[in-house]
């Protein structure tokens, strides 16, 4: 069972904004971990789309956007376009998993 | 350009132990911030954490499966090898190698691995 808990899916109209939440707790994203967000398209690899809560690798849109705020994160898609339809995943740094790492339960992003 | 590629067998029987080869190029696992963790998915299921071997050979394995797993490094080959024993149905999946860059003992992963489908079958 994942300890960051993620809506299993959102959707919004082509051109809407749309919000992921990535809800942890005290001994992750809530201690000052750093969250960070992954985009899934059907049937390929996940692709890192945020770092370290808010910062986008060279290359993805500045659609995309990340936050944090107490135990829970947030991915936000700006202008929502097609080809945004993906899972998102959140990842972050537990400390009561002894050094290991988590991802978030995922979310299914639907353009209507 | 870093790019990673995970091999292995497609099919393995209940109980037998799972040997996977992460093969990567582009940067080196004896350069300091720098890790290769493995990740896997079950079919429509989540991303899993599995585990993280260091640029200094420092290792961390999910509690839920560190008995039955081993992550060791070979930088002479640019290698990764993931072990698991007692393979199970329930451990089909795909699973993903990824560089990771660390930071302040934190990391992210970047890029990852096509992934290498693996199924648990008599």
């Known amino acids: 069972q994942s300890v960051l808990t993620q809506p299993p899916s959102v959707s919004g109209a082509p051109g809407q904004r749309v919000t992921i939440s990535c809800t942890g707790s005290?001994?992750?994203?809530?201690?000052?971990?750093?969250v960070h967000w992954y985009q899934q398209l059907p049937g390929t690899a996940p692709k890192l789309l945020i770092y370290?809560?808010?910062n986008r690798p060279s290359g993805v849109p500045d659609r995309f956007s990340g936050s944090k705020s107490g135990t829970s994160a947030s991915l936000a898609i700006t202008g929502l376009q097609a080809e945004d339809e993906a899972d998102y995943y959140c990842?972050?740094?537990?400390?009561?998993?002894?050094?290991?790492?988590?991802f978030g339960t995922g979310t299914k992003v639907t353009v209507l | 350009q870093i790019t990673l590629k995970e091999s292995g067998p497609t099919l393995v029987k209940p109980t037998q132990t799972l040997t996977l080869t992460c093969t990567f190029s582009?940067?080196?696992?004896?350069?300091?911030?720098?890790?290769v963790g493995w990740i896997r998915q079950p079919p429509g299921k989540a991303l899993e954490w599995l585990a993280l071997?260091?640029?200094?050979?420092?290792?961390r394995y999910s509690p839920s499966l560190k008995s039955r797993l081993t992550i060791t490094k070979d930088t002479s080959k640019n290698q990764v090898v993931l072990t698991m024993t007692n393979m199970d149905p329930v451990d089909t999946a795909t699973y993903y190698c990824?560089?990771?860059?660390?930071?302040?003992?934190?990391?992210?992963?970047?890029?990852w691995g096509q992934g290498t489908l693996v199924t648990v079958s008599s």
């Open positions: 990824a560089h990771a860059k660390v930071a302040g003992g934190l990391y992210w992963f970047d890029p």
């Open positions: 071997i260091y640029w200094n050979d420092d290792k």
């Open positions: 582009g940067f080196s696992l004896s350069t300091s911030g720098v890790g």
């Open positions: 005290s001994s992750n994203i809530g201690a000052g971990y750093d």
């Open positions: 990842q972050s740094y537990d400390s009561s998993l002894s050094g290991s790492g988590v």
């Open positions: 370290g809560n808010s």
